[in-house]
């Protein structure tokens, strides 16, 4: 939350339950309709949104023979609660509809997208580390489904997109992390994330690798069992093609497994391919060595005489 040109802090959540907070406290908005108005509103902050719209989103296809008289009380009775919380005269009406005239970094819903164009910018410049950080402060901002409790069509579809949009950045930073090499911090989280969204393959995919990284093989197979199962219960349908071959490639032990895309320096990654030379130079010499003692022990025995035995 930051102050405006007055001093005045000030901040709109949708990313949950509706919220208004002004100058440290919350200020309620009554009333599913205004709720919807206001959402709707911070949706497309500094746009005109029509007449028509409006009353869609708020009477959902059922609007009465006065909804345009209605919509004007609704919109009065919003005005008068955020001049409550000491945002007077940020409604203005226009033309064919009305507008919200707040900056879109006092709503966490264009707060968040932000974060996540930024975090892109990270990653493609090879930050991941930053890009994890700014990945979780967008997921931060979040207090539950987005919307929560409006059961308006038109918001309950936008915040449907929204809600895909959190469980694609979830995925995105936990891919991030497993590049970094974080797999035992993450595994409680992604066993958290996928009891949430049970039917995203991505989610259980990076939980069976985080699980395999940290030497739960059996545990990592487990997971695929029981997606496997709940899929043929409740869908009818068998794993996808990815999920199936990350399965066999944890039984197989498979050598690109072991890489797990972690991200280090250059000179870290030449160092231990040095080293994983030399180790394999080592066992070759041990191998060796062995087979030598054999070979001297079988010609030893062979010329000891049998009296002496």
Same mark, same amino acid.
């Given at each position: 939350?930051? &102050?405006?040109?007055?001093?005045?802090?000030?901040?709109? $959540?949708?990313?949950? &339950?509706?919220? /208004?907070?002004?100058?440290?406290?919350?200020?309620?908005?009554?009333?599913?309709?205004?709720?919807?108005?206001?959402?709707?509103?911070?949706?497309?902050?500094?746009?005109?949104?029509?007449?028509?719209?409006?009353?869609? *989103?708020?009477?959902?296809?059922?609007?009465?023979?006065?909804?345009?008289?209605?919509?004007?009380?609704?919109?009065?009775?919003?005005?008068?609660? #955020?001049?409550?919380?000491?945002?007077?005269?940020?409604?203005?009406?226009?033309?064919?509809?009305?507008?919200? $005239?707040?900056?879109?970094?006092?709503?966490?819903?264009?707060? /968040?997208?932000?974060?996540?164009?930024?975090?892109?910018?990270?990653?493609?410049?090879?930050?991941a580390a930053h890009a994890v950080r700014l990945l979780r402060t967008a997921l931060s901002l979040w207090r539950g489904r987005a919307a929560e409790g409006l059961s308006s069509p038109l918001?309950?579809?936008?915040?449907?997109?929204?809600?895909?949009?959190?469980?694609?950045?979830?995925?995105?930073?936990?891919?991030?992390? @497993?590049?970094?090499?974080?797999?035992?911090?993450?595994?409680?989280?992604?066993?958290?994330?996928?009891?949430?969204?049970? /039917?995203?393959?991505?989610?259980?995919?990076? @939980?069976?690798?985080?699980?395999?990284?940290? *030497?739960?093989?059996?545990?990592?197979?487990n997971v695929y069992q029981e997606v496997k199962r709940r899929f043929s219960e409740e869908l009818g349908i068998d794993p996808s093609q990815r999920l199936r071959a990350l399965e066999m490639?944890?039984?197989?032990?498979?050598?690109?497994?072991?890489?797990?895309?972690?991200?280090?320096?250059?000179?870290?990654?030449?160092? #231990?391919?040095?080293?994983?030379?030399? $180790?394999?130079?080592?066992?070759?010499?041990?191998?060796?060595?062995?087979?030598?003692?054999?070979?001297?022990?079988?010609?030893?025995d062979a010329r000891v005489p049998s009296e002496a035995l």
């Amino acid at each position: 939350m930051q &102050p405006d040109a007055t001093g005045r802090e000030f901040s709109f $959540n949708i990313l949950g &339950p509706l919220e /208004f907070t002004s100058a440290g406290e919350e200020i309620p908005i009554s009333g599913a309709r205004q709720q919807t108005l206001l959402t709707l509103l911070l949706l497309d902050v500094g746009r005109t949104l029509t007449g028509a719209r409006l009353i869609d *989103g708020i009477w959902g296809g059922r609007a009465p023979q006065t909804a345009d008289a209605q919509l004007r009380i609704c919109v009065s009775r919003l005005r008068r609660r #955020l001049a409550d919380g000491g945002l007077p005269d940020v409604i203005s009406t226009e033309a064919h509809g009305y507008r919200l $005239n707040v900056p879109e970094d006092r709503v966490d819903v264009h707060r /968040f997208r932000d974060l996540l164009e930024r975090a892109g910018r990270a990653e493609a410049d090879g930050d991941a580390a930053h890009a994890v950080r700014l990945l979780r402060t967008a997921l931060s901002l979040w207090r539950g489904r987005a919307a929560e409790g409006l059961s308006s069509p038109l918001v309950r579809a936008v915040a449907a997109r929204l809600d895909e949009e959190r469980a694609g950045a979830l995925e995105r930073c936990f891919a991030l992390e @497993l590049q970094l090499g974080r797999h035992h911090r993450i595994i409680p989280e992604l066993v958290a994330s996928t009891a949430e969204h049970p /039917f995203r393959e991505g989610l259980h995919c990076q @939980l069976m690798t985080a699980l395999y990284h940290a *030497g739960r093989q059996v545990d990592a197979l487990n997971v695929y069992q029981e997606v496997k199962r709940r899929f043929s219960e409740e869908l009818g349908i068998d794993p996808s093609q990815r999920l199936r071959a990350l399965e066999m490639k944890i039984l197989a032990q498979q050598p690109e497994l072991h890489d797990g895309g972690s991200v280090l320096p250059h000179e870290a990654r030449t160092r #231990l391919a040095a080293l994983e030379r030399e $180790n394999a130079s080592l066992r070759a010499e041990r191998q060796y060595i062995g087979r030598l003692m054999v070979r001297l022990m079988a010609h030893h025995d062979a010329r000891v005489p049998s009296e002496a035995l």
